[in-house]
Every structure is written in C-alpha cells, then in structure tokens.
C-alpha cells in the first residue's frame, strides 16, 4: 500500500491541472476496469459493470497549490494561492513550476536579518513571498516556459516514520485515493461501481458536482482524509479522532452546511465496519467538507457517506497517516461496495 501512496503523493496536480496525476491513476486502475473514460471537466470515471443499480466511490485527485501571477524583471516570481494555505506553511518550500519541462524552485522572502522588528513580530503574508528559480531576468523565466497562470506545486517526496506511519504532501488526498482504487480493484460487486477520480474538490467541489449529474448513482461514498486532534495544540477542537483507531465516518460535516448524512447511510457504514471488525471514528465536523456534500444535492439528492483516513498538519507539505487506517479504510469501504444492496436494494 506504501508504494501506492508514494506513486500518487509524489506525483503533481493542482486543482484545475490535474493532467500527471490522473495519467498515474488511469495506469494503475484500467485494468481492473470494463471502462475508463475522462469527462470534459477532466473527472476519470473508472467502471465496473455489474446490475443495474449503481454507487459511486468519489476521490478528489486535485491538490492545493499555487499559480504565477506576475514576474518580476530580475526574474521572481509572485503567486497565488489555489484552494486553503495558512501562509506561513508556505514559505521555505521547494517548488515545481510546470513550464516547458519541470522547473525547481524555492519560496522566499525577506530575511529576518533585514526586518524591521516590528515586521520580526508579525507573520509573513503570501502577498510578501516569491519564488526563486535562479533566473537573472523576466526574459530567461519566459523562455524557460513559465508565464502568467502556470502552474505551481510543492515538491516533497514520502518518507517513512515511525510505527508504520508516513508523511507527505498532498495526503489529503492522495491516500483517499489509495484506499479507493485499491477498494475498486478488490471488490467483488453485484450493482454497478463507479469510481471517479475528481477534478478541482478543493476549490469548491466541483468535479463531483458534475460526474454526479452525468452518473446519477443510487447512493455514493466519497473517500477522504480528514483532520486528527491528537497531537499538541489540537485539542481546542474538541473532535475525539486519532491516528490508528481505524477510519472515520462522517456523521455532520461544516456544521451541517455540508453534509448531514442520512441515518441509512450511516447504519450502513457503522454496521459494515462491525460485522467486519474494522475499528473506525465518528466526526462531527465545524469546519471543511468534502464531495458527498456536491453528489448528495444532485438533481433529486443523492444519499452519500463518508469514509475518511485520519491525517495529522493536514494542507501542509508534512501530513502524517497511520497505514494501519489506511488498510482499514480499505477493507470497509471494499465491504461496503459488496453489501450495499443490503440496504439500497430494488425499490429502494
């Protein structure tokens, strides 16, 4: 499972620009799939043909990242920010800019020795960043095949920590993604399963909103990763979730301006974990949601779950996971798609 997750963490793909990651996804998945097709919003959908009743297993392949805004004459580049940054994870990190090949570079800013020290006190904007690539003009940054609107990624690559956990970028959500291609290749269905690699979840759902509509499955499970509170500073959230109890079901999200899940989906989830003696969590979330909440509004609603893989520094280049969750996750949403007609039979 580590060598899926390193394949999908390392590889790029702000949201929007999704291009190196989905081609990662579609090798892995094709052959496990009868069809493999990308939709114009850039969404794969993966399926597996079985009756005519159909769930959709949701995974957004996009990531946070950056964008060029302006390039100075000496040849530094200033940004902005694609989907949710706290500004100060930011900065010191080694980026990639995709130009006419893969171009290096760092995110900088004024060092405290040259500071004011009223500015010492204050915390550094990502208005006040830029990016270094060793470039001695705008000239030499153009040519290289950088301009306005490209692209901008962190570059981390996964390591491993100790007692079986893992640290990267991009986790959020790139192990959701492990756990449902993996639950997508292991399943042994009886209704039709499509899984669908997202497009641009983090600025605001927006490839499950469409797969959805064109889909219309009967009920959806979209996989994720969310916050832990188990380590220093994180209790003020006052959310029970840790690594290594086993993945979290999401009962509220956003503070029910998301997803309030159904009581069906939830005894669904909840019940297949315990027959299967899969640990998991429960979440009620103030903050954040995920694409259940776009799949559970199209057209006459939809009902969706969410299974999640608790993440430490969740949005930074450093998240941390718990493989043991990982392998939980997947065994109980590859459980899920076998029983579902269980509880959303014919007639249903």
Not at 128 to 155: C, H, K, Q, Y
Not at 315 to 337: F, M, Q, R, Y
Request: contains cysteine.
């Amino acid at each position: 499972m580590i060598e899926l997750i390193r394949k999908l963490s390392n590889a790029h793909g702000v949201s929007g620009f999704e291009d190196e990651i989905r081609e990662v996804i579609k090798a892995e998945i094709e052959s496990f799939a009868d069809e493999v097709k990308i939709d114009r919003f850039g969404n794969l959908i993966a399926t597996k043909n079985g009756r005519e009743r159909s769930l959709m297993i949701s995974a957004h392949m996009d990531e946070i990242g950056f964008v060029v805004k302006k390039i100075d004459e000496k040849g530094f580049i200033r940004f902005a920010p694609i989907g949710g940054w706290f500004s100060q994870i930011a900065l010191a990190q080694r980026v990639v800019l995709y130009g006419k090949n893969k171009i290096y570079g760092v995110i900088g800013c004024k060092p405290p020795h040259v500071m004011k020290e009223e500015e010492r006190k204050k915390s550094i904007e990502i208005s006040e960043m830029f990016i270094d690539i060793g470039a001695r003009s705008r000239e030499e940054v153009i040519n290289l095949g950088i301009n306005i609107g490209t692209p901008i990624a962190i570059d981390r690559e996964v390591v491993q920590l100790a007692n079986n956990r893992i640290s990267g970028k991009a986790f959020d959500n790139r192990v959701g993604l492990a756990v449902a291609i993996e639950s997508f290749k292991n399943c042994k269905n009886s209704v039709t399963v499509h899984f669908v690699a997202t497009s641009q979840e983090e600025v605001g759902l927006k490839g499950a909103r469409v797969s959805a509509y064109k889909l219309e499955p009967n009920v959806a499970i979209a996989v994720d990763s969310c916050p832990s509170t188990d380590f220093p500073g994180s209790e003020s959230a006052h959310i029970d979730v840790a690594l290594g109890k086993g993945p979290v079901i999401t009962i509220v999200d956003a503070s029910g301006r998301g997803l309030i899940v159904s009581q069906k989906v939830l005894r669904w989830l909840k019940e297949t974990a315990e027959k299967n003696g899969i640990p998991y969590q429960l979440e009620v979330a103030e903050g954040g949601t995920t694409d259940a909440t776009a799949i559970s509004l199209t057209k006459e609603g939809i009902p969706s779950g969410v299974v999640s893989v608790p993440a430490r520094y969740i949005h930074s280049p450093v998240e941390v996971v718990d493989l043991n969750d990982v392998n939980w996750a997947v065994k109980l949403v590859t459980k899920a798609i076998e029983n579902v007609e269980e509880y959303f039979g014919v007639g249903e």
